[in-house]
């Protein structure tokens, strides 16, 4: 088996943003829209506002740490460098929790709504299909993937903008339960701070993408520059568009009720445009799930990748690059096969696991900026003190916040996860005796 294969650095900027806003997929906020709704108990424009500040904070720092450490595999080798390898190891055995729920959630999403509109066709058999079909693509090459994204998510983008203009016009010349500009979604009496935060904690899921930016460092031109750019470009595009778009549903359906959380965004279409509207969505929806699957799938299989080469998964078969596509397509074919386990869970667990692993990456993220801080020895200025100390603490407690209001299944699952990754650690290191591998030891920090 050839071994010999390099990731090559081809990625520009439009690119980047792309795939991140590709796994993101603006799109996802009506996947996920009833288990969002549900969770937040209708006041959508808080939650998504509050993530939004959250992740603002943790982007900052994984922007710095984007220039510091431009090497792929995200938060693990973040952790890996700034604080101990140990503690790498353990926040990429998290990470890989997110990593590898997310395109389970591309293909739960692809099955239900497929399933929906089509009947007589089994939802299995539909999530099988999307699977395989990424699989191909994602073999492919990154440029292939970058491409194809770049022009579904513009997709998602127009159709976001005309269905937020429809509603807005709607509530400008009286179709709406309000008035155009309204404080009503931030004013509400059941509305407080503990509910936003609640919701806030399912959103999150929609401004994951950042995270991805980062495990393409290595396939990215000048990436020291680059991936920070992309990071900030991403939040600010997604964040606009859900918060906006969240504003404008609940000024002009504020009694909205579910019948099927996993299918909500359709009574949602049927409900403001009828079949036609409907039928439109369906079209752009499936093109959106099938960018997040895709940008999924790549992001997975580069992580492994990494931690293969490293040594800590097993390296024969992880850090295997094809010599012709330049891409780790066995960690392609392991991801896929195991997203086959959409065809059993839901939407809703499958979220709520992504948030449990990349909350908790996240949260590491920023402690690295805090240790970089303190270990080495530039001037501590003013610009510095906030850039590395204040803006990851407060970036820190938000997301200790957020991790808090996880239900308690969600937390005894991913603490299932942590126990297990420390027991492999402890195989690693014949508990703690020896070294993890480190196949970048040459490198240092900046």
């Not at 603006?26 to 939650?47: D, E, K, Q, R, W």
């Not at 973040?78 to 990593?99: D, E, M, S, T």
Request: proline share 4%; charged share 10%; glycine share 8%.
């Amino acid at each position: 088996m050839n071994q010999n294969g390099q990731l090559q650095k081809t990625l520009t900027l439009p690119q980047v943003v792309f795939l991140g806003l590709a796994w993101n997929t603006p799109m996802i906020y009506f996947s996920v829209f009833g288990v969002a709704y549900s969770g937040s108990n209708g006041f959508l424009t808080s939650a998504y506002f509050l993530a939004v500040l959250a992740v603002l904070f943790t982007g900052a720092s994984y922007a710095v740490m984007a220039k510091k450490i431009p090497i792929s595999g995200s938060a693990y080798t973040f952790a890996k460098k700034a604080i101990h390898p140990n503690v790498g190891f353990l926040v990429g055995w998290v990470l890989l929790l997110n990593y590898l729920f997310a395109p389970i959630i591309a293909a739960i999403t692809f099955g239900t709504f497929m399933h929906a509109e089509f009947p007589a066709v089994p939802s299995f058999v539909w999530i099988i299909g999307l699977i395989v079909l990424l699989a191909v693509i994602a073999s492919a090459g990154v440029n292939s993937s970058a491409n194809i994204s770049s022009f579904f998510v513009m997709l998602q983008i127009i159709f976001i903008i005309g269905f937020t203009a429809f509603l807005a016009y709607a509530l400008a010349t009286g179709g709406g339960a309000a008035a155009l500009l309204s404080p009503a979604p931030f004013l509400d009496v059941d509305l407080n701070l503990s509910v936003a935060l609640a919701g806030a904690s399912v959103v999150v899921f929609s401004f994951l993408g950042f995270d991805t930016m980062t495990t393409l460092s290595e396939e990215t031109k000048n990436a020291t520059r680059t991936i920070p750019k992309a990071i900030f470009i991403m939040i600010a595009v997604v964040g606009v568009l859900h918060v906006t778009m969240s504003y404008f549903i609940e000024l002009s359906y504020p009694g909205f009720t579910i019948q099927n959380p996993d299918s909500a965004a359709l009574e949602l279409m049927g409900l403001v445009g009828g079949s036609v509207l409907r039928a439109l969505f369906m079209t752009v929806l499936i093109a959106a799930i099938f960018t997040q699957g895709l940008a999924s799938i790549t992001s997975v299989s580069r992580l492994m990748f990494v931690m293969g080469r490293d040594a800590i998964l097993p390296k024969k078969v992880f850090s295997y690059v094809h010599p012709r596509f330049h891409t780790p397509v066995l960690n392609i074919g392991i991801a896929s096969v195991l997203s086959l386990a959409a065809i059993f869970i839901t939407v809703d667990d499958a979220i709520r696991f992504v948030n449990f692993g990349a909350l908790s990456a996240f949260f590491f993220v920023n402690l690295c900026v805090i240790s970089l801080y303190f270990k080495n020895g530039s001037p501590k200025t003013i610009r510095s003190t906030i850039t590395n100390l204040i803006s990851p603490f407060i970036g820190a407690g938000f997301i200790i916040w957020l991790i808090a209001l996880l239900d308690v299944p969600t937390l005894i699952g991913g603490a299932i996860w942590i126990a297990g990754g420390g027991l492999y650690l402890l195989y690693l290191t014949s508990a703690f005796q020896r070294p993890l591998p480190d196949y970048n030891a040459e490198q240092k920090t900046a």
